[in-house]
Nanobody, 127 residues
Framework: EVQLVESGGGLVQAGGSLRLSCAAS????????IGWFRQAPGKEREGVSCISGTDGSTYYTGSVKGRFTISSDNAKNTVYLQMNSLKPEDTAVYFC????????????????????WGKGNLVIVSS
């Protein structure tokens, strides 16, 4: 059974940090790019960051660049999103998703239909 399970969300004050984890099972992790998306209340889902399983390259959307770091531990089939200097506008449900056969991490990744999705994890940043 394919699973993506997010964890690590919660409530944090503005300026604080959280680390999200996305644990994958049921598919060959190295063949997939993994991305983080988020959806804030009343807003459309947006791509936040992604990491390539083939070359390890990473991509960040502009609003999180310099504050968020995506990384991968292939031995644990887990992708992390370290979120620092959090802002109230980062409040959202964060989802991880996997797309097979994707090469270098880039903006276009977020426009492709993902193969697998996690159920989401809520992050609330209080002001």
């Amino acid at each position: 059974e394919v699973q993506l399970v997010e964890s690590g969300g919660g409530l944090v004050q503005a300026g604080g940090s959280l680390r999200l984890s996305c644990a994958a099972s049921g598919f060959l992790f190295d063949d997939y790019a993994i991305g983080w998306f988020r959806q804030a209340p009343g807003k459309e889902r947006e791509g936040v960051s992604c990491i390539s399983g083939t070359d390890g390259s990473t991509y960040y959307t502009g609003s999180v660049k310099g504050r968020f770091t995506i990384s991968s531990d292939n031995a644990k089939n887990t992708v992390y999103l370290q979120m620092n200097s959090l802002k109230p506008e980062d409040t959202a449900v964060y989802f991880c998703a996997a797309l097979g056969g994707w090469g270098t991490a880039r903006r276009a990744f977020f426009d492709f239909p993902m193969d697998y999705w996690g159920k989401g994890n809520l992050v609330i940043v209080s002001s």
